[in-house]
């Protein structure tokens, strides 16, 4: 079965920077897309950034394109969300995702960053 298990989540100052891990495990498949989504306060989902299992592009959502970086080690099954220069509207929790093609999707139980003075 597959898990995901986020880590790194925590309070930081405007201007900050956190690291978020995503361990994934349960499974063989070798071709997925890891994604990470977020949900701040009163808001509904939001998707922030995703990256294939193999490496290629990385791919940003406007609002935290320049701050933040995905990066997977394959070898671990993690995949990393170094975010930089946060702001308070970066306050969420912060999902990962994992996507198996065509129509599965596995979930971790979320990590909250909260960025405020």
């Known amino acids: 079965q597959v898990q995901l298990v986020e880590s790194g989540g925590g309070l930081v100052q405007p201007g900050g920077s956190l690291r978020l891990s995503c361990a994934a495990s349960?499974?063989?498949?070798?071709?997925?897309?890891m994604s990470w989504v977020r949900q701040a306060p009163g808001k509904g989902l939001e998707w922030v950034s995703d990256i294939k299992s193999g490496g290629g592009s990385p791919y940003y959502a406007d609002s935290v394109k320049g701050r933040f970086t995905i990066s997977t080690d394959n070898a671990k099954r993690t995949v990393y969300l170094e975010m930089n220069s946060l702001k308070p509207e970066d306050t969420a929790v912060y999902y990962c995702?994992?996507?198996?093609?065509?129509?599965?999707?596995?979930w971790g139980q979320g990590t909250q960053v909260t960025v405020s003075s």
């Open positions: 995702n994992l996507h198996r093609p065509p129509s599965y999707y596995y």
């Open positions: 349960g499974f063989t498949f070798s071709s997925y897309l």
